[in-house]
């Protein structure tokens, strides 16, 4: 028994579709199981075991979707790594994981080589239309590959997490926490063999590769697969499609298509927003343009999802909806764990077959984030009114959510006051349309410094992925402190709130 491989190829007809590639081909889930037996076969001629990790960082691809159930089928623990991630930041995360085999982009072969050395791992390359030496050595193995037996406590995936004061933090997840949490979905949001997907989002991100494929798989439906998000293209899709999973700023995107109309999505039954906070605005402007509500929902790299909008029943602006139906979520007392009436905000804890089963190599910080009864600190603060609904009301940790994407601003500092000409610095995010909150520098200069906004930019580039870097650097002479001498980032964003809407 395989929990995730066996739920995930369980409903679909080997003859039914699974995967439209851009260039119309169909791949049949008939053709899902040759791939992942292929590349599952030519995981085991590089070496890998169960248990071996697989990190990959290449670009979104119906091969690399495939690599991702093979190391599930092979027994293998899968580590997606986004592609905007420099050399720098990549050798940390091979460093800790230590994985057997690593596929990169043929372009980064040299660099990944290098740090593949250090760790004793293989490389195989995978570029952007699907081709490389890892399709090379699969193409010659069978179709047929005996699936490994694994247990629903063993590692499926390690996906990586910034840190706010330090190191990131490998969450390891089971194949049992992304079996059930695909189950439940897929019930709650009523996902059949009849429904059609618009995948459009990146699948080195729990939303991509665990929310929208797991569902679509679990429920034997399909999807039309997309390197990248095009508003204009969605619109020609939806007439064929049925259900489209995005982050805010696919919604942004299309309600600036002038064809975004109540006869354009007349064919979609559901249109599910996460990742990123979606504004009320957004909310409402979509249902005042299509007749629809946007379904927003709440998860994180550790649980998976956590709560949802109703299917049926209002879906509340500003909210995230009840928790799921296997998910115990409570608000507490930040510092006590003590749970708190309705109506109070507190921390976010919660407690589910969904939830992680800690951090990679790191018990001492696991320890730290679980209470005593299971229940996982989110580091979320959020609120549940009387109707059961959760709100996100702030984040304990000053997490930046921006695109979908996690920027903690403990590492945007520490580049941005490594400058010469920086005396200090404070990132904050601050409202943005388009990313939900857009990632903020404001750097004290002491009243004396020839820094410019391009040039500070610039340092940047090569040290820190895109969705890290600032959209725009503030120049103060000196960052405002508490009688307690901490940054008050809280009069930071209230003082700079509007500066999006103004640019």
């Not at 998000?229 to 696919?250: C, N, Q």
């Not at 998910?327 to 992680?356: H, K, Y």
């Amino acid at each position: 028994m395989n929990p995730l491989y066996d739920q995930l190829t369980a409903a679909g007809r080997p003859d039914a579709p699974f995967l439209e590639r851009s260039d119309g081909r169909i791949d049949t889930y008939a053709d899902l199981q040759a791939h992942t037996a292929r590349l599952a076969h030519a995981l085991a001629a590089l070496g890998v075991q169960p248990g071996d990790r697989v990190a990959a960082q290449v670009e979104k691809t119906p091969e690399n979707l495939y690599l991702y159930l093979a190391c599930v089928r092979a027994g293998a623990v899968f580590l997606p790594l986004n592609t905007a991630y420099t050399l720098a930041e990549l050798s940390y995360f091979i460093e800790d994981a230590e994985p057997a085999l690593i596929v990169c982009d043929p372009a980064v072969l040299e660099g990944v080589g290098g740090l593949a050395s250090k760790v004793g791992a293989k490389v195989a390359t995978l570029d952007a239309q699907g081709q490389g030496s890892l399709t090379d050595l699969a193409a010659g193995q069978s179709a047929d590959f005996a699936t490994v037996e694994r247990a629903s406590s063993d590692l499926a995936a390690i996906c990586y997490t910034s840190g706010t004061t330090g190191r990131s933090k490998g969450a390891m997840l089971t194949q049992g926490n992304l079996a059930s949490n695909a189950a439940t979905l897929t019930k709650l949001w009523r996902f059949t063999a009849r429904d059609v997907l618009i995948h459009a989002l990146p699948i080195y991100h729990v939303h991509g590769l665990f929310v929208a494929t797991n569902v679509v798989l679990t429920a034997g439906a399909s999807m039309i697969f997309r390197a990248k998000f095009d508003a204009a293209e969605a619109l020609t899709l939806f007439p064929r499609a049925s259900a489209l999973m995005g982050v805010p700023t696919f919604y942004t995107r299309l309600l600036a298509q002038p064809g975004l109309d109540r006869a354009a999505v007349a064919g979609m039954r559901l249109f599910i927003s996460g990742s990123a906070p979606l504004l009320a605005e957004t909310h409402r402007d979509w249902s005042a343009r299509t007749g629809t509500a946007i379904l927003e929902r709440y998860g994180m790299t550790e649980t998976g999802m956590n709560s949802s909008n109703p299917y049926d029943g209002e879906r509340v602006a500003g909210t995230v909806g009840p928790p799921l139906p296997d998910v115990a979520l409570r608000i507490a007392d930040p510092e006590t764990g003590v749970p708190l009436a309705q109506g109070e905000i507190g921390m976010i804890e919660v407690r589910g077959p969904n939830v992680f089963a800690g951090y990679w190599r790191m018990p001492e910080k696991t320890a730290a984030e679980f209470r005593a009864d299971g229940s996982f600190i989110t580091g979320d603060l959020g609120m549940i009114d009387a109707a059961g609904y959760v709100s996100i009301v702030g984040r304990g940790k000053d997490l930046i959510i921006s695109g979908g994407f996690n920027v903690y601003p403990k590492e945007v500092e520490a580049e941005l006051d490594a400058i010469p000409g920086v005396v200090e610095s404070a990132v904050i995010g601050l409202p943005h349309a388009d990313f939900g909150e857009g990632v903020t520098a404001v750097i004290a200069t002491g009243g004396s410094t020839t820094l410019t906004e391009a040039g500070v930019l610039a340092a940047l580039q090569e040290r820190l992925a895109k969705f890290k870097q600032p959209k725009r650097v503030l120049f103060v002479d000196d960052l405002p402190r508490n009688a307690m001498g901490k940054v008050q980032k809280a009069l930071l964003r209230q003082t700079h709130a509007g500066l999006y809407s103004q640019s």
